[in-house]
């Protein structure tokens, strides 16, 4: 992972990322974005956090997320670089090409 994804993301580098993405909110409380994805049911929820967490692990890059039956809400923010990064729009991406992989 290069130095570029672990910069905080500013100005038009912030736009052009955040606009690749697809329902994703940027946090009025905090540097960070959030997304809500909901599941069939429990399992099908916790499938998924599995094999998002298999790829999280890769990256070293963890989510902070709730899962309710089949509801999971994810917030991504790099703590140590203080806010939005290119690896929580890296990591954003591959939780959403899960969700879409079934």
Not at 4 to 29: F, M, N, V
Not at 70 to 86: F, P
């Given at each position: 992972?290069?130095?570029?994804?672990?910069?905080?993301?500013?100005?038009?580098?912030?736009?052009?990322?955040?606009?690749?993405?697809?329902?994703?909110?940027?946090?009025?409380?905090r540097d960070a974005i959030s997304k809500t994805y909901l599941f069939e049911d429990?399992?099908?929820?916790?499938?998924?956090?599995?094999?998002?967490?298999?790829?999280?692990?890769?990256?070293?890059?963890?989510?902070?997320?709730?899962?309710?039956?089949?509801?999971?809400?994810?917030?991504?923010?790099?703590?140590?670089?203080?806010?939005?990064?290119?690896?929580?729009?890296?990591?954003?991406?591959?939780?959403?090409?899960?969700?879409?992989?079934?």
């Open positions: 992972m290069g130095k570029a994804t672990r910069e905080k993301l500013t100005g038009e580098k912030r736009s052009e990322a955040l606009a690749t993405l697809d329902g994703w909110e940027e946090r009025k409380d429990f399992a099908a929820a916790f499938d998924w956090m599995a094999r998002v967490a298999t790829e999280a692990e890769k990256m070293n890059h963890h989510p902070e997320w709730l899962n309710v039956w089949n509801r999971v809400e994810v917030t991504l923010s790099s703590h140590d670089a203080g806010g939005l990064t290119g690896r929580d729009i890296e990591l954003a991406g591959r939780m959403d090409a899960l969700t879409e992989a079934g």
